[in-house]
């Protein structure tokens, strides 16, 4: 027992260790070399996905989970969930911004 005690402190001090590297990893405001391409990707996606075909499908979510929920052939709930999620579909970017700046204001940095 007495082992296990000793070992797991030295986990502890070397995990410590290494906590202030990875908190410097994640202020690097530039991406890294060579990632350009899965960087437009993601932007590709983000623009396909945000766009005019994800409105054009929230709305026919929407106007589908609405009419089931109004005839009675969907749960309330289920309908609320669909219609949560669109909202934070589209407004995940704001939802990001919102706690990015709330992890800055109170992180001091």
Do not use: Y
């Amino acid at each position: 027992m007495r082992i296990n005690v000793v070992f797991l402190k030295a986990i502890s001090v070397v995990c410590f260790a290494f906590i202030p590297a990875a908190a410097f990893a994640q202020e690097l405001s530039t991406d890294p070399q060579g990632s350009g391409v899965v960087v437009n990707a993601m932007r590709w996606m983000q623009g396909t996905l945000l766009g005019t075909v994800a409105t054009v499908a929230a709305v026919i979510a929407i106007a589908s989970v609405g009419l089931l929920m109004l005839t009675g052939r969907i749960n309330w709930r289920h309908g609320g969930v669909v219609i949560l999620g669109c909202f934070i579909l589209f407004g995940a970017a704001s939802i990001v911004a919102g706690i990015q700046s709330a992890a800055t204001v109170s992180g001091g940095g």
